[in-house]
């Protein structure tokens, strides 16, 4: 049995107390923004020059002084829900893309990976709490002490209104805040369930030993597979890409998905070589490293290909309220939209791309890091864009999103650790742990 470190709980907590300090000390500082400076960052961002807009809202309704100026305010307010919003949203993905591997290991009889069962199965601990989160968010947005998600605004399909949006009204059977929280709790409580189940059964597999009970484990991960298939690109829809409701891209939902994909395969790296290094899972080796590398590696090519197929496909065809979401992203976000590449794919192609390499402890361990990072500066650049819109550049951007990101790693290490010290490392019942044990990688 693993035995959760009082250093490592310490660090821990100490990361929860350390995000909480900067979110609160970003927030007031936030909220301390007056109308006045409000008018003077607006009118900052209109004299550089760059006039895309980030979001869609932004080109409906009135267009004189005061109506930008509302929408600037309502921009800069939104700092503080935005950066736990992108965060809350990549961790909870990151959790279920874990049991997503997990589930495909059994569904395809794979013997490489049971040695590591316990560690997708402690990482789906997390699920239930950023589940709860995101219900959280979604309330405050629902009853409008948030605006994240410019379509919840009633009068935008009211055709009585100024502000009234025709292709808003169209869409209101979908986007209507009802169905939006039913559909939040059905992902949260779907998935909290089933990795419940999942854990429960395999649970049972060790107790047993019957193939009767592997067959049903097997059962519940092609459950788990259909899923996730859908409701990954469901809130995908729901939680990114609803936050600018007149864009929409085909290629999102895997974009989205495979990026806590591959994030999720480096957490795995680093909790297993963690056990390892402490001497409680002596059975994971080289060869088990290895073979997470490769998924490393091929994860991170799959999410290069996602997105530029979805910026290519785009840019070509150049319709103007299609590209606009590119433009914005170019003259606003310049500094952290292209150079994301290199943390996502560039770093990953070079170092992963050697099979000796990725038998390397230290550096499969720092490209996991860096991979995780640098998918977090994806999700920032998939909410931040469409919610605080030009207004970024600030000490309260910064201060609120390392506050978000160290309460939320904090949160899961505390969580996921304390999982796994509640579970068995070694899945004695399953019945290909000994391919697991002796395998070897043969090139």
């Known amino acids: 049995?693993?035995?959760?470190?009082?250093?490592?709980?310490?660090?821990?907590?100490?990361?929860?107390?350390?995000?909480?300090?900067?979110?609160?000390?970003?927030?007031?500082?936030?909220?301390?923004?007056?109308?006045?400076?409000?008018?003077?960052?607006?009118?900052?961002?209109?004299?550089?020059?760059?006039?895309?807009?980030?979001?869609?809202?932004?080109?409906?309704?009135?267009?004189?002084?005061?109506?930008?100026?509302?929408?600037?305010?309502?921009?800069?307010?939104?700092?503080?829900?935005?950066?736990?919003?992108?965060?809350?949203?990549?961790?909870?993905?990151?959790?279920?893309?874990?049991?997503?591997?997990?589930?495909?290991?059994?569904?395809?009889?794979?013997?490489?990976?049971?040695?590591?069962?316990?560690?997708?199965?402690?990482?789906?601990?997390?699920?239930?709490?950023?589940?709860?989160?995101?219900?959280?968010?979604?309330?405050?947005?629902?009853?409008?002490?948030?605006?994240?998600?410019?379509?919840?605004?009633?009068?935008?399909?009211?055709?009585?209104?100024?502000?009234?949006?025709?292709?808003?009204?169209?869409k209101k059977k979908f986007l209507n805040i009802p169905f939006y929280a039913f559909r939040t709790i059905f992902y949260v409580v779907g998935a909290s369930f089933l990795t419940w189940k999942l854990r429960r059964q395999s649970k049972l597999v060790d107790q047993t030993k019957s193939l009767r009970d592997y067959q049903i484990l097997y059962r519940w991960a092609v459950g788990y597979l259909v899923f996730f298939g859908f409701c990954s690109a469901a809130w995908a829809w729901d939680w990114l890409m609803s936050i600018d409701p007149h864009w929409y891209s085909t290629m999102y939902i895997w974009y989205s998905m495979v990026s806590c994909l591959t994030s999720g395969v480096a957490a795995i790296i680093l909790i297993s070589v963690y056990l390892k290094k402490k001497g409680f899972l002596p059975q994971f080796n080289d060869n088990h490293l290895h073979d997470l590398g490769v998924f490393l590696f091929a994860t991170s090519m799959l999410w290069t290909y996602t997105w530029f197929a979805q910026f290519m496909l785009y840019w070509y065809a150049n319709v103007p309220e299609e590209v606009n979401y590119f433009m914005a992203r170019f003259e606003h976000y310049y500094w952290v939209y292209l150079p994301m590449l290199i943390p996502n794919f560039f770093l990953p192609l070079l170092v992963l791309v050697s099979s000796s390499i990725k038998r390397n402890y230290k550096v499969v361990c720092t490209i996991a890091v860096i991979v995780i990072l640098g998918h977090i500066l994806d999700y920032f650049n998939m909410v931040m864009p469409g919610t605080v819109g030009a207004y970024w550049k600030t000490p309260e951007v910064l201060i609120l999103t390392i506050g978000s990101v160290l309460f939320f790693i904090g949160l899961f290490t505390f969580i996921v650790m304390t999982t796994l010290s509640k579970l068995k490392l070694i899945p004695t019942g399953n019945p290909y742990l000994k391919e697991s044990e002796i395998y070897e990688y043969p090139f």
């Open 1 to 170: 049995m693993y035995q959760f470190s009082s250093k490592l709980k310490l660090v821990s907590i100490a990361l929860l107390v350390a995000g909480l300090v900067l979110f609160a000390v970003g927030y007031f500082m936030n909220h301390s923004i007056d109308d006045v400076k409000v008018e003077h960052m607006m009118e900052a961002v209109h004299t550089a020059g760059h006039t895309s807009a980030l979001n869609s809202s932004e080109l409906v309704g009135p267009q004189d002084h005061e109506a930008h100026l509302e929408h600037a305010k309502m921009q800069i307010h939104n700092q503080p829900l935005a950066a736990i919003h992108l965060v809350a949203v990549f961790f909870f993905g990151l959790s279920c893309a874990a049991m997503f591997f997990y589930s495909i290991q059994h569904v395809s009889h794979a013997g490489w990976s049971i040695i590591i069962t316990r560690v997708m199965e402690a990482i789906s601990g997390y699920i239930p709490y950023g589940g709860a989160i995101l219900i959280i968010l979604m309330i405050l947005n629902a009853t409008h002490n948030g605006h994240l998600f410019h379509w919840m605004d009633p009068a935008l399909t009211d055709p009585n209104s100024d502000h009234f949006d025709v292709i808003l009204f169209e």
